[in-house]
């Protein structure tokens, strides 16, 4: 039945979003020329029209391309409303190319690009809505995938706990299938692997997923078979996923599958080029933006206590290298600052280097370790090597953060996880960004940083 409204749900997805892309173009051209005094009309309205449903064909192949029209249950907003954007802008860059190129240069580039910002303004929107409202449907127990669980160890009572616990992701295990019942999975028993033929037919799962152990992964076989048989989708949780990203890629080695355990998409040198380019303006920008505050934080410091105005601290950036990370002094020049964190209440800070930080001033150099190359503006923060040396024994995966160039701001500081928090938090929050980095990503994290007033805090003494 699943499979049925799903194809339901598509057609009406598509032509819900062919209606938004079409009618944004009139209700543009309306915006420019009569909401807007003063616009000349040099292409009738009919041409748009005409436009629009070419530009609305196209939109809706490049979102199909993108994989947007597929079963969004386990793809997370972000990176359907960062697919969603991308592929406009490339096809409104097309069509302005062709325009361009065609010498049909009469048409409104305002006109355009109000219909830009409002189509997929409007498409965002949609899908938001679409999200929360199937999140509480499948809360209240509609619209759920029936799923029938192989295996009784770790891994199936880790997949049990996570689609219990999430309702909103409308996965019901109808029961499991193992060697034998097990007293630890808190769910309906059907039988052994040899009657998994039968219990496909008979109970019409729409999805399988194999959490098998170990030592039941010689019957894997046997389980491709039945399902390919009875026509059911298999997913498989492999027993060494704890130590797999959650967004693994695979290699080809001529015809051989290999699973690339981490994949990291600022390994790709043009990712790495975009990040490190909207690092180099961003941070110009910044710099010349901020000049005249930090010339007065400069003044500030320096009438605040004797010392430096710039208190540099060894750091450890990407690749394990060190560097020394600049900032405001907020403190008295003090002997524990390369062993400990600092507090809210330490009475070694200045007044005035309480001010800097509470405002977060006193982090405004850093755009110039960004400039350097030694930063990026979003990343994982950098630790000192007192730290990372007694980290890496202690916290799993903490060395993987190093991968990346170290941040200003990031996704754990913007979560709430600065100065003295959980350790393992920000470590599985800063891998979590290095899997799933992207532009928009980075654009997110900037935004909420300056509007959720969540800018990165120091917390070590200084």
């Known amino acids: 039945m699943i499979k049925e409204n799903q194809q339901l749900f598509n057609r009406l997805h598509v032509l819900t979003d062919a209606l938004i892309l079409y009618l944004s173009l009139p209700i543009a051209f309306w915006v420019r020329f009569y909401a807007v005094k003063g616009g000349i009309i040099s292409v009738p309205l009919s041409s748009y029209l005409v436009l629009g449903v070419f530009l609305t064909l196209a939109q809706l192949f490049a979102y199909a391309a993108a994989?947007?029209?597929?079963?969004?249950?386990?793809?997370?907003?972000?990176?359907?409303?960062?697919?969603?954007?991308?592929?406009?802008?490339?096809?409104?860059?097309?069509?302005?190319?062709?325009?361009?190129?065609?010498?049909?240069?009469?048409?409104?580039?305002?006109?355009?690009?109000?219909?830009?910002?409002?189509s997929v303004g409007l498409l965002s929107g949609k899908r938001i809505a679409l999200r929360k409202t199937l999140r509480l449907f499948r809360q209240k127990g509609y619209n759920q995938k029936h799923v029938l669980l192989l295996g009784s160890g770790q891994m199936a009572r880790s997949y049990l706990e996570k689609v219990r616990g999430e309702k909103e992701l409308g996965y019901h295990p109808i029961g499991y299938v193992a060697v034998q019942r097990s007293k630890e999975l808190d769910l309906k028993y059907l039988g052994s692997f040899e009657a998994l033929e039968t219990l496909l037919d008979r109970h019409r799962p729409d999805e399988v997923v194999s959490a098998i152990a170990p030592e039941d992964y010689q019957r894997t076989p046997q389980i491709i078979a039945a399902c390919e048989k009875t026509g059911t989708k298999l997913s498989i949780i492999p027993f060494y996923a704890p130590y797999m990203s959650?967004?693994?890629?695979?290699?080809?080695?001529?015809?051989?599958?290999?699973?690339?355990?981490?994949?990291?998409?600022?390994?790709?040198?043009?990712?790495?080029?975009?990040?490190?380019?909207?690092?180099?303006?961003?941070?110009?920008?910044?710099?010349?933006?901020?000049?005249?505050?930090?010339?007065?934080?400069?003044?500030?410091?320096?009438?605040?206590?004797?010392g430096p105005v710039i208190f540099r601290q060894k750091r450890i950036g990407r690749n394990k290298k060190p560097f020394y990370m600049y900032k405001f002094r907020s403190m008295r020049v003090n002997t524990g600052q390369d062993t400990s964190w600092s507090s809210d209440r330490d009475v070694r800070k200045t007044k005035f280097g309480a001010f800097l930080r509470k405002c977060s001033l006193d982090e405004l150099p850093q755009f110039f370790n960004v400039l350097k190359g030694e930063m990026s503006l979003v990343g994982p923060r950098p630790e000192l090597p007192f730290f990372v040396e007694q980290f890496k024994e202690d916290v799993p995966l903490y060395m993987v953060k190093h991968q990346v160039r170290p941040g200003i701001t990031g996704w754990a500081q913007i979560n709430g996880l600065r100065g003295d928090t959980s350790i393992k938090a920000r470590v599985e929050h800063d891998i979590y960004y290095i899997e799933h980095w992207s532009l928009m990503f980075d654009i997110e994290i900037l935004l909420a940083t300056v509007f959720k007033g969540k800018f990165m805090n120091s917390e070590v003494l200084n």
């Not at 994989?67 to 907003?77: A, D, E, N, P, Q």
């Not at 097309?94 to 409104?108: A, C, G, K, R, T």
């Not at 975009?274 to 941070?283: T, Y």
């Not at 410091?301 to 004797?306: D, E, I, T």
């Open 67 to 118: 994989g947007l029209y597929k079963s969004f249950r386990r793809t997370h907003l972000r990176k359907e409303l960062s697919s969603l954007w991308l592929s406009s802008a490339l096809v409104m860059a097309l069509l302005l190319s062709f325009l361009f190129v065609q010498h049909y240069i009469d048409y409104s580039r305002w006109t355009l690009a109000v219909y830009f910002f409002l």
């Open 246 to 306: 959650s967004n693994p890629r695979f290699d080809d080695l001529d015809g051989i599958p290999m699973v690339n355990i981490r994949h990291i998409p600022l390994d790709n040198w043009a990712n790495a080029f975009c990040k490190r380019a909207m690092d180099i303006i961003g941070s110009l920008l910044l710099i010349l933006m901020t000049s005249p505050v930090m010339l007065a934080c400069a003044i500030g410091v320096k009438l605040s206590s004797p």
